[in-house]
């Protein structure tokens, strides 16, 4: 017999795939806003006279956000954004 720990604790087991699972597409919006904003606000101006060029790391992370790695790229973004001083956009 199973005791209701048991039982409690195969449920969990059960059901973690779908919970991690369900986070990573606010992961993927997230990531995909923070790079929106990026190429945007500081993007767009990188490389011109008068300004530095474009970081390769950042780079690295928008391009991760498209291929489905979200998790790697979302830190870099969001340091970008706020050593520009940058708002992050909101998580849901």
């Not at 945007?40 to 474009?54: A, L, M, S, V």
Request: hydrophobic share 35%; glycine share 6%.
């Amino acid at each position: 017999m199973m005791t209701t720990l048991s039982k409690y604790l195969a449920c969990v087991i059960v059901l973690l795939p779908g919970v991690a699972s369900a986070q990573q597409p606010s992961d993927t919006a997230y990531c995909s806003a923070l790079a929106q904003k990026y190429q945007r606000y500081i993007g767009q101006n990188e490389g011109k006279r008068g300004t530095r060029n474009p970081d390769a790391s950042v780079t690295k992370a928008v391009g991760q956000c498209t291929s489905g790695q979200a998790a790697n790229a979302i830190p870099v973004l969001e340091k970008a954004l706020q050593d520009a001083k940058l708002d992050l956009p909101p998580r849901t």
